[in-house]
């Protein structure tokens, strides 16, 4: 662009009926301009900054997008117009503009010495807001950023400050907290304030809020230390007291799906503290899941195959819980045809962890559990229990029925039972029963794992592997279909 043309242009930027006029052909040029020099000057210029305070909501979104492109031509390292213009951008009074002021600071985070303190306070300003697309990507903007700057007073005041902010301000704030506060002990110790504030909320009358926490604190013990600090703090004895009286208190019954959801995800990674120190929970959770409420059932299905999914969980269940989760699989399999599709969608997901093993945890012991687990849901050495789904017309079910069965013929026994399944085989060899794209690469998937299967006959073995090799969308040849024939 010509200097003279873009002197021309800012002007026009003044003039308020060729503005926006004026921000189109900037905004044109410079996509099909790779100048850093004219980006430079263009997010140094009065002119265009101003536009951003513009009333007309249309010409301040121009203004932004031009800014984004320049700031996108310009090192980071080596403009100071690119810091200058976030900053303006998170301390301004449109939401648009700080959603656009935030997406840049995502973009040019990954610098050391991007962030300052000023940049940190205005973050955390804007993690205040009452709008959704400034309050939300300000959270995980803190997280990145906050570490190094956690201890100054200045950021401590700041957040502190948002104690006193609605309840959704507060749960963001818990969010950063606990997010902060698991990468280490020293970054937990200096988010205690805001994680003490959150405990007590559970002590508050507000239901869903004491959900929103709930969800919120479920994240601290994926270490040690956070698992540390809620159990020294009281949380799990304060959760299963609420517990003790759901009977009393009708309302408290909102809360259960808060609370399998919170020790569920703890037992995924902390299992025999879950099974061992609090029995109530896992009694709880076979209640919900043995019971004919809809509404609590998904959550239920959720958190089963949320602790059955690692190898030590399924030892857990297995051998201390094995008589309950027997009539829980036998009751699954008289309900589940019955089940609306969305639940059913939340069973099956739930079932696929339940037989899913990571290979690296695999052994006899647990190929063991989940055949007892399968005969307790099917009572047939076969899988049409799962065929049944995979030839259902919704892609949705299908492919979760198909994420099962990858579940399932990841075990020999598995392998040996789809044997025993009239059609199943040639179904998964037959290139032509499914037209959706994701189904059949599912489908692909299990066909690459069963390749490497020594339980098939040799012809069907040798089917499989160069159905493997031909991959997943292969088009047989005209010619290959007339040699077949002739032969």
Not at 357 to 364: E, F
Request: proline residues 3%; glycine residues 6%.
């Amino acid at each position: 662009m010509d200097e003279n043309v873009c002197r021309e242009l800012l002007a026009n930027l003044q003039i308020e009926q060729s503005r926006k006029t004026a921000l189109t052909e900037i905004k044109n040029t410079l996509i099909s301009s790779n100048d850093s020099s004219i980006a430079s000057s263009f997010l140094k210029s009065p002119e265009l900054l101003e536009c951003m305070t513009d009333s007309n909501s249309e010409q301040t979104l121009l203004a932004c997008d031009i800014l984004s492109i320049c700031m996108s031509n310009l090192s980071i390292d080596e403009s100071t117009e690119v810091k200058n213009v976030i900053e303006k951008s998170l301390s301004h009074g449109n939401a648009s503009v700080q959603a656009f002021g935030l997406r840049e600071l995502r973009r040019v985070s990954s610098s050391e010495t991007f962030a300052n303190e000023t940049l940190i306070l205005l973050v955390i300003n804007c993690l205040a807001s009452e709008e959704t697309s400034v309050g939300t990507p300000s959270i995980d903007l803190l997280v990145a950023l906050l570490p190094k700057f956690v201890h100054m007073r200045s950021v401590q005041d700041n957040l502190e400050k948002l104690l006193g902010a609605n309840d959704i301000v507060r749960c963001r704030l818990y969010e950063v907290a606990v997010k902060v506060g698991r990468q280490s002990g020293e970054l937990l110790d200096a988010m205690k304030k805001f994680l003490q504030k959150a405990i007590q909320e559970l002590d508050e009358e507000d239901i869903l809020l004491q959900l929103s926490v709930l969800q919120v604190l479920s994240e601290l013990p994926v270490n040690n230390h956070g698992m540390a600090y809620l159990e020294n703090n009281g949380v799990f004895d304060k959760l299963m007291q609420k517990i003790e009286r759901l009977e009393e208190d009708p309302l408290a019954t909102i809360l259960v799906p808060g609370f399998m959801r919170f020790y569920g995800s703890i037992a995924t990674i902390h299992p025999a503290r879950v099974y061992d120190g609090y029995p109530k929970i896992i009694t709880l959770l076979f209640d919900c899941l043995l019971s004919e409420d809809l509404t609590i059932l998904p959550t239920a299905y959720d958190t089963l195959g949320c602790i059955a999914y690692p190898s030590e969980g399924k030892r857990q269940l297995h051998y201390k819980h094995g008589a309950v989760l027997k009539k829980t699989l036998k009751h699954i399999h008289g309900v589940i045809r019955n089940l609306p599709n969305d639940i059913k969608l939340r069973l099956l997901g739930c079932l696929t962890n339940l037989f899913a093993v990571d290979g690296a945890s695999a052994d006899n012991q647990i190929t063991s559990i989940t055949q007892t687990w399968y005969g307790y849901l099917s009572e047939e050495e076969n899988l049409n229990l799962v065929m049944d789904y995979i030839r259902n017309a919704f892609p949705d079910i299908k492919r979760a029925a198909l994420a099962l069965l990858r579940a399932l013929v990841g075990h020999r026994w598995g392998q040996q039972y789809m044997l025993q399944t009239g059609g199943f085989v040639e179904y998964l060899l037959d290139r032509k029963q499914e037209a959706d794209k994701d189904v059949i690469l599912d489908k692909y998937e299990i066909i690459r794992l069963l390749a490497t299967s020594s339980v098939f006959d040799p012809q069907t073995s040798a089917e499989l592997k160069q159905y493997a090799a031909e991959g997943a969308f292969y088009v047989r040849g005209i010619t290959e279909v007339a040699v077949e024939g002739a032969s």
